[in-house]
Structures are given as C-alpha cells and as structure tokens.
C-alpha cells in the first residue's frame, strides 16, 4: 500500500485530500506498520486508517498507536467502509468510530 500511495502522490498533479489504508483486525504488531512510516504524503494530503471494527474496542485501541508510532494518523475509519455491513449493527460500528477516535482526538472518516 504505501509504494501505491507514494505512486499516486507523486503521480497525480492536482490536491489528495486524503488515503484510507485499511487495517486488518487481527493486526496489532509494530511490524504490520512500520511500513507506513516510508509514506510520502504531501502537507496537504490527510490518511485515514481504516482500523475500526465494530467488536472489537480493545483491538481498535491497540491498533490505534501501534500505527502511530510510525506515521501521523489524521483519523480513522472502518476496514472496508459501512455499505456491505447488517443494518442494525450501524449504530454500533458508529460508536466504536467515535470511541476509537477519542482515545487519541483524531478525526472521523
């Protein structure tokens, strides 16, 4: 992921405002990230990990600065986006969306 982020960013011309890289659940380990710290993002450009999953708040939480410790996380999101999920867990997964957030006052995707 990160040689095609740094592809596309040095690639396209015009603004990025922002990546999402999804993060699988059960990656917790400083290895798994490390990468992330030989992005190339230009000032303007934000990433998003996509780290949330919606039973899961102590791995959302261990995920959280594990990535940190290698790059400058502007928010979170969830893995693969909110469509495809079972409707009457949405409320849920938003609430671990801000829960995940606040441990650290990143933003929201």
Same mark, same amino acid.
């Given at each position: 992921?990160?040689?095609?982020?740094?592809?596309?960013?040095?690639?396209?011309?015009?603004?990025?405002?922002?990546?999402?890289?999804?993060?699988?659940?059960?990656?917790?380990?400083?290895?798994?990230?490390?990468?992330?710290?030989?992005?190339?993002?230009?000032?303007?450009?934000?990433?998003?990990?996509?780290?949330?999953? +919606?039973? &899961?708040?102590? #791995?959302?939480? @261990?995920? $959280?600065? *594990?990535?940190?410790?290698?790059?400058?996380?502007? =928010? %979170?999101?969830?893995?693969?986006?909110?469509? +495809?999920? &079972?409707?009457? #867990?949405?409320? @849920?997964? $938003?609430? *671990?969306?801000?829960?995940?957030?606040?441990?650290? =006052? %990143?933003?929201?995707?």
């Amino acid at each position: 992921m990160v040689e095609i982020v740094n592809a596309v960013s040095a690639g396209v011309r015009r603004p990025i405002q922002f990546f999402h890289l999804p993060v699988p659940k059960p990656r917790t380990d400083d290895a798994d990230f490390a990468p992330l710290a030989g992005l190339k993002l230009r000032p303007e450009t934000e990433l998003y990990l996509g780290l949330v999953h +919606r039973e &899961d708040i102590a #791995g959302n939480a @261990a995920r $959280l600065p *594990a990535a940190q410790r290698h790059v400058r996380v502007d =928010g %979170v999101a969830t893995e693969c986006g909110m469509a +495809r999920g &079972d409707p009457e #867990g949405f409320p @849920a997964l $938003l609430a *671990a969306d801000a829960q995940t957030a606040e441990l650290s =006052g %990143v933003g929201i995707m």
